[in-house]
């Protein structure tokens, strides 16, 4: 099975760092259909989640978004194009986030 590793630091807090998460599960569901599960931590977070073809999880920290999944096989041929999908929709949801008090 192919692996997609997505890190993307930030220097909100966890706090933040929690919403965006939200955000991203919300986004997630809706989009993906993906089933979600958050695993709440005191340093961080873990969300895992699957769907037909692709399973992972989601490590949410004070200081970074760590994202692992594992695409199926017909997902796998479409891994460039999923990796850089799910780049940009973290990075808007950061965007949309860093410009709140």
Known sequence: MPELIVKQAHTLG???ARQIAQDWIAQAQADWGMACECRPGLLEDEILFSRSGAKGSLLVR???FELRAQLGFLLGSFQKQIEAQIRGNLQALLDQ???QA
């Open 62 to 64: 004070a200081e970074s």
């Open 14 to 16: 966890l706090p933040k």
């Open 97 to 99: 986030h860093s410009g």
